[in-house]
């Protein structure tokens, strides 16, 4: 048998810091109900929520029709097939999957001693936070796609506060998002905003909850919270590609300038301008319309058409 295994690492939720190693085949049925493998004491998880079936070198995820739905790496999920590092959100429990060196001759796992040790993390987690839920943590761990997800689940009202190299606020309402300010840059649309935020990948963060309702705020956003998250991840892909003009990148009008600027839209022209008037990607990104990723292509296309140039 090889040494190399798997387990579920509790990184945010009830149950933070615990750890439930994983068979090498057969299945894993987690929910509510007390006569299941893994069982998650909270509201928001169904009585048989998820299972996850192992195989050598394969491990695979299924909702089980749970009323608030399984999330990998922040999108809902009915069938997933899970690699090292993939996050899962059950309930308000953030899991990931990590690889451990397994014990030799260590063929079973001891259910009953994996779940007591969840519930003393329960307990120790607990004592910490003096039975407050705390959601709380490093975005390193757990991206803001998760966090959002978790949120928008459980129905909070309060607004994510990230600090660090940057920092910023996400505002939600009974889980949905209606705002988010990059501090550095509080006039950007509160979307666009969301979208850059998304990508952050380093910062500490803290979900400060809201008592009573919270009031209409200037700019609202109307998506729903999924469809948010969904593009905000699509955006981040296409922006790591590498393909688009880098931030940093400087960019100025083509010398010569053959192809005639009337042929160019208003919107097109409107870039030229921010493009000759500020000569970095970054602030034509800024003050652009739209978001990073359309503008981002919209200067693209005019590079390739011969409008623009980049350094």
């Known amino acids: 048998m090889s040494d190399r295994a798997y387990a579920l690492r509790f990184i945010s939720g009830k149950y933070q810091g615990g750890e439930y190693p994983l068979q090498e085949a057969g299945e894993l049925v987690i929910g509510r109900s007390s006569e299941l493998d893994m069982v998650l004491i909270e509201d928001m998880v169904s009585r048989k929520h998820a299972k996850i079936s192992l195989a050598p070198g394969q491990v695979t995820i299924a909702d089980l029709g749970s009323t608030n739905g399984t999330f990998v790496n922040g999108e809902k999920i009915k069938r997933a097939r899970l690699k090292e590092g993939d996050r899962i959100l059950i309930g308000t429990s953030i899991l990931k999957l990590v690889s451990i060196t397994r014990m030799a001759g260590q063929s079973v796992i001891d259910a009953k001693a994996a779940q007591q040790q969840l ?4 307990a120790a987690q607990e004592k910490k936070t003096g039975g407050r839920t705390a959601v709380q ?9 998760d966090l959002l997800q978790l949120l928008s689940t459980s ?11 940057r920092g910023g606020h996400v505002h939600l309402r009974i889980g949905k998002v209606v705002n988010a300010v990059i501090d550095a840059d509080p006039t950007l649309p509160p979307k666009k905003a969301l979208y850059r935020m998304v990508g952050w990948t380093q910062g500490g963060f803290e979900f400060v909850p809201q ?11 109307t998506d729903g919270t999924e469809m948010l998250v969904m593009e ?4 981040a892909d296409e922006l790591a590609r590498g393909n688009l003009p880098a931030a940093t990148a400087a960019i100025g009008i083509a010398m010569p300038l053959t192809p005639k600027l009337r042929d160019l839209p208003s919107d097109e022209i409107d870039l030229v301008q921010l493009v000759h008037n500020y000569g970095v990607v970054q602030a034509v990104l800024d003050r652009a319309a739209g978001s990073d990723l359309e503008v981002s292509q919209k200067l693209l296309a005019l590079i390739q058409r011969g409008y623009l140039r980049q350094f």
Do not use: C, D, F
Request: net charge negative; glycine share 10%.
């Open 137 to 145: 943590g490093r975005l390193e761990e757990v991206p803001l796609v």
């Open 232 to 235: 905000a991840m699509h955006q």
């Open 119 to 122: 519930e003393r993390s329960a």
């Open 155 to 165: 129905k909070k009202t309060g607004a994510i506060v990230i600090k660090g190299y």
């Open 211 to 221: 008592e009573g309702e919270m009031p209409p705020m200037p700019n609202e956003i």
